[in-house]
């Protein structure tokens, strides 16, 4: 089985052919997305789940630590910025930070808890947590609404320098939200390529043998995991803002699996864009399967345990298999692993 | 301390019943260091079809099916109590037959798969049984309240808690004191050793998790009618297993009944002072065990914590 590690690390520019296909479809979105039947609103959905799964990916993808909790994170982000909103003033920075402020906080007292475990034990914890965050949630009424979440939160003003724009209708905070992932994107490819994502990888391969090479990992697992809540914690107050609610629907297990189904199938565990494919394929199998049938989660639980069993890389791992097996290109290439740093 | 008499005797016999949910699941992850997330989907299948069962609705407007309903409730009821945990036996199979390409790999794939797994059952059990709220009819000689110095209590609550004493002492028999027991513990300790001794690992480990499953599905006969049936059950019961799985160590017998008791204690007192708050207890008397002890209180080391 290929993994993450058999991808060259790519130091220098992260504008690859990729990234360039990837900015690409962003920009072009809000012009081809109606003509084909879909809808704008589903653009800047599957824009912010893309954000939470890439952030969720350092952790799980690159470092092998497998939280079954994530989605506690986006919500505490997007109640933190709606409460920000409600309590203390309209204002897009001020809540998109503390929506970081929150989540980054959370992040880093639960990493203290479980950065010291791995394997299953980690995942154990983290949906133990999760579970606290989303209890939490729904009984302390009087902060959360309770069951209906926090209503009627903004689309506030986006401020910049002098500048000033209107971005409450779906298209303009499409916008928004794309150059905030584009930002966000550039970001982790930068972290995961530098030595920083090498040493993740080391550590997700043999703990113990990074310790032995003066690695402190118990402070690597304890940042990635809050750096990875703080990117849920962002992807949390973009998801408040176009939800216009928060609610804690997003912080149960069942959400906390379905990102870890949608990383997983998408090929998280090979490759970076892998998480981008998964979210995809939800959305679509979302809005298609289930506009044809009510009962399309049967289909794609049926879809995510057949990839399990026979190709647990997911769709990228697959993609990489073709390639690997076009006769022409694995030629110039030095191995077929090598190939698949390009995907 | 006498007010608090009710919510002790209230936290044991929830502590026995989540021993009954847990046996099953500490049964699998001993043996096969499977985390089986569709256990709480065997507990629902188990319910749903005793509910089928009992309501005839496998030959509904056949002749057998008018005599079947003309049976009184408790044949009925008994006869649910033997199919329901087959036929959730014959469900987890399928399941370990769907996991055999995970064994040897990470024990993340086990997870997700029956992850996945819990998924499709839930949305078959919506397909076949609507997203409503059912109830399953028990016999009336076990139904109703009772009066014991000067409480009420519910006589079904304590019908299920002597059944579940029942079971755990049945299945602790079953793996101390019968060679197929012996079997299975040889597997879960070493199982290359009993592969070596010549017995059919795959076919150990199919009995194994249909056993579980069974064990699972009997839960959910026994304990629908106390926290109603509906199709996303099986989330909301997976939860406290594992939980009990945890604190009590991973493959532990008498550590999960342990658990189980503590668990269902906590939930019981933290009822008495804060009942919004009664189920957070048990997530952080988790947080507060494993902190501590990551085995949990009586488990050995496993190759989970890899």
Redesign the interface.
Same mark, same amino acid.
């Given at each position: 089985m290929i993994s993450l590690s058999d991808i060259p690390a790519r130091g220098g520019s992260p504008f690859t052919r990729s990234m360039g296909l990837f900015v690409l479809l962003l920009l072009t979105a809000p012009f081809w997305l109606e003509p084909i039947g879909l809808y704008q609103y589903l653009g800047m959905e599957i824009a912010i789940w893309i954000l939470f799964a890439l952030g969720f990916n350092l952790l799980f993808g690159y470092t092998g630590l497998?939280s079954?909790g994530h989605g506690a994170y986006l919500g505490i982000g997007a109640y933190a910025f709606g409460l920000f909103q409600q309590n203390i003033t309209i204002s897009l920075w001020g809540g998109l930070l503390a929506a970081i402020t929150a989540a980054t906080l959370a992040g880093a007292l639960v990493g203290a808890?479980v950065s010291h475990?791995?394997?299953?034990?980690f995942? #154990?914890?983290t949906?133990?947590?999760g579970? &606290?965050f989303w209890?939490?949630a729904i009984?302390l009424h009087s902060i959360t609404g309770g069951e209906d979440g926090l209503l009627g939160i903004p689309r506030p003003d986006l401020v910049f320098g002098p500048l000033k724009l209107d971005i409450s209708d779906n298209g303009a905070l499409y916008w928004f939200v794309t150059i905030v992932l584009l930002v966000a994107v550039l970001a982790l490819w930068r972290l995961v390529n530098a030595p920083f994502g090498r040493v993740l990888q080391a550590i997700r391969q043999n703990e113990t043998r990074a310790r032995f090479v003066g690695y402190n990992v118990w402070l690597i697992k304890w940042l990635t995991f809050v750096v990875s809540a703080a990117f849920a914690g962002l992807a949390g107050g973009l998801f408040a803002m176009a939800q216009e609610s928060a609610y804690p629907d997003v912080m149960s297990?069942?959400q906390s699996?379905l990102i &870890?189904?949608m990383v997983?199938v998408g090929g998280g565990l090979v490759s970076f864009w892998g998480p981008v494919f998964g979210v995809l394929l939800y959305f679509i199998a979302r809005d298609i399967i289930g506009g044809l049938t009510e009962?399309w #989660? #049967?289909w794609?639980? #049926?879809m995510?345990?057949i990839m &399990?069993? &026979?190709r647990?890389e997911g769709m990228a791992g697959l993609f990489h298999v073709l390639r690997a097996r076009l006769p022409l290109r694995s030629r110039k290439a030095v191995g077929p692993a090598a190939q698949a740093g390009r995907a | 301390m006498i007010e608090l008499l009710p919510h002790i005797v209230n936290g044991l016999t929830l502590g026995l019943l989540f021993a009954l949910i847990a046996l099953g699941f500490t049964l699998i992850v001993g043996v096969m260091e499977v985390i089986n997330l569709a256990h709480g989907s065997l507990f629902a299948l188990g319910a749903y079809f005793a509910l089928a069962t009992i309501g005839g609705d496998w030959f509904a407007g056949t002749e057998f099916g008018i005599w079947w309903l003309s049976l009184p409730i408790g044949t009925r009821y008994v006869a649910a109590l033997a199919v329901g945990p087959l036929l959730a036996a014959a469900s987890g199979m399928v399941i370990e037959l769907c996991l055999r390409p995970t064994y040897g790999k990470a024990p993340l794939y086990g997870l997700l798969l029956t992850f996945g797994a819990a998924l499709v059952v839930e949305e078959v059990i919506r397909l076949a049984w609507g997203t409503g709220e059912q109830n399953l009819t028990v016999p009336q000689t076990i139904n109703g309240a009772f009066l014991m110095g000067g409480l009420i209590f519910s006589k079904y609550k304590f019908f299920a808690a002597a059944f579940a004493l029942a079971a755990i002492a049945l299945v602790w028999v079953f793996l101390e004191r019968t060679p197929y027991g012996a079997i299975i513990k040889a597997g879960s300790h070493d199982s290359e050793m009993v592969r070596a001794l010549g017995y059919d690992l795959s076919k150990l480990r199919l009995l194994v998790f249909g056993f579980g499953a069974a064990l699972a599905g009997l839960a959910g006969i026994i304990l629908a009618p106390i926290w109603g049936l509906r199709p996303h059950i099986g989330l909301d019961v997976v939860i406290p297993a594992f939980l009990i799985i945890v604190i009590g160590g991973v493959g532990s017998f008498w550590g999960a009944v342990l658990a189980a008791l503590l668990v269902g204690m906590s939930v019981g007192i933290t009822g008495a002072y804060a009942p919004a708050w009664s189920m957070m207890s048990m997530y952080l008397l988790l947080i507060a065990v494993v902190g501590f002890r990551a085995r949990g209180l009586l488990g050995r080391k496993s190759a989970l914590e890899n």
């Amino acid at each position: 089985m290929i993994s993450l590690s058999d991808i060259p690390a790519r130091g220098g520019s992260p504008f690859t052919r990729s990234m360039g296909l990837f900015v690409l479809l962003l920009l072009t979105a809000p012009f081809w997305l109606e003509p084909i039947g879909l809808y704008q609103y589903l653009g800047m959905e599957i824009a912010i789940w893309i954000l939470f799964a890439l952030g969720f990916n350092l952790l799980f993808g690159y470092t092998g630590l497998h939280s079954f909790g994530h989605g506690a994170y986006l919500g505490i982000g997007a109640y933190a910025f709606g409460l920000f909103q409600q309590n203390i003033t309209i204002s897009l920075w001020g809540g998109l930070l503390a929506a970081i402020t929150a989540a980054t906080l959370a992040g880093a007292l639960v990493g203290a808890f479980v950065s010291h475990r791995r394997g299953i034990y980690f995942a #154990l914890m983290t949906i133990a947590f999760g579970q &606290v965050f989303w209890f939490a949630a729904i009984k302390l009424h009087s902060i959360t609404g309770g069951e209906d979440g926090l209503l009627g939160i903004p689309r506030p003003d986006l401020v910049f320098g002098p500048l000033k724009l209107d971005i409450s209708d779906n298209g303009a905070l499409y916008w928004f939200v794309t150059i905030v992932l584009l930002v966000a994107v550039l970001a982790l490819w930068r972290l995961v390529n530098a030595p920083f994502g090498r040493v993740l990888q080391a550590i997700r391969q043999n703990e113990t043998r990074a310790r032995f090479v003066g690695y402190n990992v118990w402070l690597i697992k304890w940042l990635t995991f809050v750096v990875s809540a703080a990117f849920a914690g962002l992807a949390g107050g973009l998801f408040a803002m176009a939800q216009e609610s928060a609610y804690p629907d997003v912080m149960s297990l069942h959400q906390s699996g379905l990102i &870890v189904m949608m990383v997983l199938v998408g090929g998280g565990l090979v490759s970076f864009w892998g998480p981008v494919f998964g979210v995809l394929l939800y959305f679509i199998a979302r809005d298609i399967i289930g506009g044809l049938t009510e009962t399309w #989660l #049967l289909w794609f639980g #049926l879809m995510f345990v057949i990839m &399990v069993m &026979v190709r647990p890389e997911g769709m990228a791992g697959l993609f990489h298999v073709l390639r690997a097996r076009l006769p022409l290109r694995s030629r110039k290439a030095v191995g077929p692993a090598a190939q698949a740093g390009r995907a | 301390m006498i007010e608090l008499l009710p919510h002790i005797v209230n936290g044991l016999t929830l502590g026995l019943l989540f021993a009954l949910i847990a046996l099953g699941f500490t049964l699998i992850v001993g043996v096969m260091e499977v985390i089986n997330l569709a256990h709480g989907s065997l507990f629902a299948l188990g319910a749903y079809f005793a509910l089928a069962t009992i309501g005839g609705d496998w030959f509904a407007g056949t002749e057998f099916g008018i005599w079947w309903l003309s049976l009184p409730i408790g044949t009925r009821y008994v006869a649910a109590l033997a199919v329901g945990p087959l036929l959730a036996a014959a469900s987890g199979m399928v399941i370990e037959l769907c996991l055999r390409p995970t064994y040897g790999k990470a024990p993340l794939y086990g997870l997700l798969l029956t992850f996945g797994a819990a998924l499709v059952v839930e949305e078959v059990i919506r397909l076949a049984w609507g997203t409503g709220e059912q109830n399953l009819t028990v016999p009336q000689t076990i139904n109703g309240a009772f009066l014991m110095g000067g409480l009420i209590f519910s006589k079904y609550k304590f019908f299920a808690a002597a059944f579940a004493l029942a079971a755990i002492a049945l299945v602790w028999v079953f793996l101390e004191r019968t060679p197929y027991g012996a079997i299975i513990k040889a597997g879960s300790h070493d199982s290359e050793m009993v592969r070596a001794l010549g017995y059919d690992l795959s076919k150990l480990r199919l009995l194994v998790f249909g056993f579980g499953a069974a064990l699972a599905g009997l839960a959910g006969i026994i304990l629908a009618p106390i926290w109603g049936l509906r199709p996303h059950i099986g989330l909301d019961v997976v939860i406290p297993a594992f939980l009990i799985i945890v604190i009590g160590g991973v493959g532990s017998f008498w550590g999960a009944v342990l658990a189980a008791l503590l668990v269902g204690m906590s939930v019981g007192i933290t009822g008495a002072y804060a009942p919004a708050w009664s189920m957070m207890s048990m997530y952080l008397l988790l947080i507060a065990v494993v902190g501590f002890r990551a085995r949990g209180l009586l488990g050995r080391k496993s190759a989970l914590e890899n």
